[in-house]
C-alpha cells in the first residue's frame, strides 16, 4: 500500500488501484499514473487524482449522464492501442469544467474523452475526429438559447 497526500489529504491505495494514461491528459503528458476518486456517493462526477504530481486534480464526470446520445467513435488504432474488444469493461469520463458558483455554466469536453480500459486499467485521452462533439460542451441551456432554438 502506498499513500499519497493531495488536496484532499492523505489518500491510501494499492498499486492495482492505479489507472495509466500513457500519454498523460492533453498539455499535461508529463502526468501518466492516476487515481480516480469519488465526488459524492452517486454523483456522475469523480476526480482523477494524479499520483505523479499530487497539487493536480482533474474534475470528470459520466458524460452519458448528461448527454444521452453522447457515441463517442473510437478509430481502429486507438481501439487496439487500448486494447479493447466488444467485451472489455471500458470507462469513458469528460473532464469538466464549473465555473466557481456557476454550476449551471457546467461544460463537458465531449471531444476528447478519456477512455479506460477497465480490466488492465490502461487508458489515454482520445480526440475524436466526429466534428458534433466540442471541447466546451455545455451541459445546460439558458432560457435564450431555449428560446433561439424554439425560434429556428
Known sequence: MST???RFGPIDYHESDLVTLSDGLVGFSNLTRFLILEHKPGSPFRWLQ?????????????????VADYAPTL??????????????ATL???????PRGKPEELKLNLAGPIVINAETRMGRQVVLEDEAYTTQHRVFQTADQNDTSAAA
Do not use: K, M, R
Not at 494524479?50 to 448528461?66: C, G, K
Not at 469513458?92 to 464549473?98: Q, R
Open 4 to 6: 499519497t497526500q493531495s
Open 50 to 66: 494524479s499520483i505523479d504530481e499530487p497539487a493536480t486534480a482533474f474534475l470528470v464526470a459520466d458524460p452519458f449522464h448528461y
Open 75 to 88: 478509430t481502429d488504432t486507438q481501439v487496439a492501442v487500448l486494447g479493447l474488444t466488444p467485451e472489455t
Open 92 to 98: 469513458i469520463f469528460a473532464t469538466a469544467s464549473i
